[in-house]
């Protein structure tokens, strides 16, 4: 299973500018970059009108779950997944082997559009994984100031 | 896999209930959705992807917010995958990025065949993803003590926890919301266990 490379904040500065980019040119909404198990590693846009949280699980389950349809069938490249709305679609494309762009764009905007620039996007968003990925293949987690005293009971049980 | 990102102290993980069928892991989610107390707003929207029977179809999602650990915001994201045998595609895509595990386990006598293919399954499907259930964090719950035909808890022990590294496993009645959170809880706690152990190895 491949992992996600240790992001610093400039990395995630590029990859925000990029999908500012890619918002700017193909009047897309919202962007997110996520990664295949379904985590938000970024937004950008509207980030307020859905919930990207759940959103970001569902397009990586749409996204993998579409990919094994499609090697069902004898398909050997996959690379998006497109949903037509009425009022918003939504565009899922791969980035890499950890990572995912997806887009929320007005469905009177043509998806052909906003394919033609995510491409684009995805392959910028590409690089600067792999040089993050290159910049330090081992580096590890700091994760001193978690309390694990207070981790015993992390979720509470309301009580009536 | 965990992201944790340090620009905004945040830590998101994704653990996965699995298990044979009807054994309670949407049960699970649903009591944790419904009795865990959080500040408001950290609670998201239990997502099920059900049939109309409510036989769970692709998965269950629930994101949530720890309430507990200083310094970093921590936000879990529990699934739940399908537990009848021919959604095993969707079981192992559903297992993608998994950090930890709660097998839950049904405690009726008859279970105990599907128990143990369940948890064979879960071994097998760890491997094609080229995982190891030894190398990630999990827990066993025996869920539905309180149906009368329940086998004796030291036979689940025997038939699940039976291995040379025994992990926490607990009684729970689901349903009733006994187990659910003592099970969450572990689990949690053996994940940023290991978190703090890899990032200290590493630093080492």
């Given at each position: 299973m491949?992992?996600?490379?240790?992001?610093?904040?400039?990395d995630?500065?590029?990859?925000?500018?990029?999908?500012?980019?890619?918002?700017?040119?193909?009047?897309?909404?919202?962007?997110?970059?996520?990664?295949?198990?379904?985590?938000?590693?970024?937004?950008?846009?509207?980030?307020?009108?859905?919930?990207?949280?759940?959103?970001a699980?569902?397009?990586?389950?749409?996204?993998?779950?579409?990919?094994?349809?499609?090697?069902?069938?004898?398909?050997?490249?996959?690379?998006?997944?497109?949903?037509?709305?009425?009022?918003?679609?939504?565009?899922?494309?791969n980035?890499?082997?950890?990572c995912?762009?997806?887009?929320?764009?007005?469905?009177?905007?043509?998806v052909?559009?906003?394919?033609?620039?995510?491409?684009?996007?995805a392959?910028?968003?590409?690089?600067?994984?792999?040089?993050a990925?290159?910049?330090?293949?081992?580096?590890g987690f700091?994760?001193s100031?978690?309390?694990?005293?207070?981790?015993?009971?992390?979720?509470r049980?309301?009580?009536? | 896999?965990a992201i944790?990102?340090?620009?905004?102290?945040e830590?998101?993980v994704?653990?996965?209930?699995?298990g044979?069928?009807?054994g309670?892991k949407?049960?699970?989610?649903?009591?944790?959705?419904?009795?865990?107390?959080?500040?408001?707003?950290?609670?998201?929207k239990?997502?099920?992807?059900?049939?109309?029977?409510?036989?769970t179809?692709?998965?269950d999602?629930?994101?949530i917010?720890?309430v507990?650990?200083?310094g970093?915001?921590?936000?879990?994201?529990?699934?739940?995958?399908?537990?009848?045998?021919?959604?095993?595609?969707?079981?192992?895509?559903v297992?993608?990025?998994?950090?930890?595990?709660?097998f839950?386990a049904d405690?009726?006598?008859?279970?105990?065949?599907e128990?143990?293919?369940?948890?064979?399954?879960?071994?097998?499907?760890?491997?094609?993803l080229?995982?190891?259930?030894a190398?990630i964090?999990?827990?066993l719950?025996?869920?539905k003590?309180?149906?009368?035909?329940a086998?004796?808890?030291?036979?689940l022990?025997?038939?699940?926890?039976?291995?040379?590294?025994?992990?926490?496993?607990?009684?729970?009645?689901?349903?009733?919301?006994?187990?659910?959170?003592e099970?969450?809880?572990?689990?949690?706690?053996l994940?940023?266990?290991?978190?703090?152990?890899?990032?200290?190895?590493?630093?080492?």
């Amino acid at each position: 299973m491949p992992t996600l490379p240790q992001l610093i904040e400039d990395d995630i500065r590029e990859i925000n500018n990029a999908l500012y980019g890619l918002l700017l040119k193909s009047e897309a909404g919202t962007g997110l970059v996520i990664d295949k198990g379904g985590f938000v590693i970024t937004r950008v846009g509207d980030v307020d009108s859905f919930d990207l949280t759940t959103l970001a699980a569902l397009c990586a389950a749409s996204y993998a779950a579409t990919e094994s349809l499609a090697s069902l069938v004898g398909e050997t490249t996959f690379s998006s997944v497109y949903q037509q709305g009425d009022r918003h679609s939504l565009l899922v494309l791969n980035v890499d082997r950890f990572c995912l762009l997806a887009l929320v764009f007005k469905a009177s905007i043509s998806v052909g559009a906003v394919k033609y620039f995510a491409v684009d996007a995805a392959r910028q968003i590409a690089r600067h994984m792999e040089a993050a990925q290159q910049r330090s293949p081992d580096q590890g987690f700091d994760l001193s100031e978690l309390n694990l005293a207070d981790a015993s009971e992390v979720f509470r049980k309301r009580t009536a | 896999m965990a992201i944790i990102n340090q620009a905004s102290k945040e830590l998101q993980v994704k653990i996965v209930y699995y298990g044979p069928a009807m054994g309670g892991k949407t049960t699970n989610l649903v009591k944790v959705h419904d009795h865990v107390q959080t500040a408001q707003g950290n609670k998201g929207k239990l997502v099920s992807l059900a049939t109309s029977s409510d036989r769970t179809l692709f998965f269950d999602f629930l994101p949530i917010e720890a309430v507990a650990i200083k310094g970093f915001k921590t936000k879990f994201q529990l699934y739940t995958v399908p537990g009848q045998v021919i959604y095993n595609t969707t079981r192992q895509l559903v297992l993608r990025g998994v950090d930890g595990i709660v097998f839950v386990a049904d405690s009726q006598y008859e279970k105990m065949e599907e128990n143990v293919k369940s948890f064979q399954n879960l071994e097998e499907n760890l491997r094609a993803l080229n995982l190891n259930l030894a190398d990630i964090p999990y827990v066993l719950q025996y869920n539905k003590r309180d149906l009368p035909n329940a086998a004796p808890m030291e036979y689940l022990e025997f038939l699940l926890n039976n291995r040379d590294v025994q992990v926490p496993s607990f009684s729970a009645s689901a349903s009733r919301c006994e187990g659910v959170f003592e099970t969450l809880n572990m689990i949690t706690r053996l994940l940023l266990h290991k978190f703090i152990n890899e990032s200290q190895r590493k630093v080492a």
